[in-house]
């Protein structure tokens, strides 16, 4: 039975809490070693956080799965000394402290892989490790408001809000995984030299802003908060059910929209040309506004349990007994 792909990889995770752990947690289980390196008194404080289990919180089973963990004060010459030891035959150290912590510690990059030329080091902070801001703390939070996600997010006549979870931080961990990846592949192929992989959690939650800054830039638009759906894409909602219930509803092309409107009896819907594809920006929105207002309508007078309608592989539609698929199956071709 082969191994895991990345089972012969050495990681040591300096890391606390979030994005430092969670790029560790990823490396881990596609094989990596990790060992973790924890404070002593206490260890990470993520052991603590929120929904606790035999005196462990369950986060933490989920974030430091796959690991071993190393208590060593990196404060005192003794635990700068064990992470040295064992930097020198790492693959990676992955690190979220301030910018300069590792430095002060004698444990920066550039003292690390002077004895470890390969060394790849994952350094993942607020704002990164140059520019105006990296000194400042940067919780993911503030990376998910100034990076533009919070903004978009939200209904319009409210204030903007946040996800229930921690996705600026995983954002960034997740980068962070890729260039680490990345960096691995340039050492193997152009003579063992490792390097900094450096991620502002600021920057990985921009990255995926996908064409808000084009379009301010060429048409002077700017992406604003519509509560449960997508801008310009109909109908992709979240629809109130006969019985008080929600479904969440994706039908994001033409074609799939045909499909769907004949999958629940309204053939008519799909061969609407009021309801079908545009060119022109104005008569896009009018449209898309007219196809969620239908879908809506629809979605109002079946019950939740009546199903859904998923697209198969080969385009026809199947009905399935989830009541959270991508559409409600129609009893009647009212609506």
Not at 30 to 39: H, L, S, T
Not at 109 to 116: C, D, G, R
Not at 182 to 202: E, I, W
Not at 215 to 241: A, F, K, Q
């Amino acid at each position: 039975m082969p191994g895991k792909p990345l089972q012969d990889l050495a990681v040591i995770e300096l890391g606390q809490l979030i994005a430092g752990p969670f790029a560790g947690k990823m490396l881990a289980e596609f094989g990596a070693e990790v060992i973790k390196i924890e404070p002593p008194q206490g260890g990470d404080p993520l052991r603590n956080w929120r929904k606790v289990h035999d005196g462990t919180s369950l986060w933490w089973y989920v974030q430091a799965r796959n690991k071993k963990s190393v208590t060593a004060d990196l404060r005192m010459p003794e635990g700068q000394e064990i992470v040295r030891r064992l930097a020198r035959d790492a693959d990676v150290v992955i690190e979220n402290f301030r910018p300069g912590t590792l430095e002060r510690w004698g444990l920066g990059y550039e003292q690390l892989a002077a004895v470890n030329r390969g060394l790849i080091m994952l350094r993942l902070s607020g704002f990164g490790q140059s520019g105006p801001y990296r000194d400042l703390p940067g919780f993911g939070a503030i990376a998910e408001s100034m990076g533009g996600m919070r903004y978009v997010t939200g209904f319009p006549d409210r204030p903007p809000v946040r996800l229930n979870l921690s996705i600026g931080d995983s954002l960034a961990a997740l980068h962070g995984v890729i260039g680490v990846l990345t960096a691995l592949h340039h050492r193997d192929a152009n003579g063992g030299a490792g390097q900094v992989v450096d991620v502002g959690l600021y920057e990985a939650v921009f990255n995926m802003m996908e064409s808000t800054l084009p379009e301010y830039d060429m048409y002077g638009v700017v992406r604003e908060r519509t509560g449960s759906n997508l801008t310009g894409i109909v109908p992709s909602n979240t629809y109130l059910t006969r019985d008080d219930k929600h479904v969440v509803i994706g039908a994001n092309a033409d074609s799939i929209f045909k499909r769907l409107m004949s999958a629940i009896g309204r053939d008519d819907l799909a061969a609407d040309p009021g309801l079908a594809g545009q060119r022109r920006a104005g008569e896009a929105r009018r449209r898309a506004r007219r196809r969620d207002r239908r879908m809506g309508r629809i979605s109002r007078r079946r019950p939740r349990a009546e199903g859904a309608c998923e697209s198969t592989g080969s385009g026809a539609a199947r009905s399935t007994a989830s009541p959270t698929s991508c559409a409600i199956r129609s009893t009647s071709p009212a609506g």
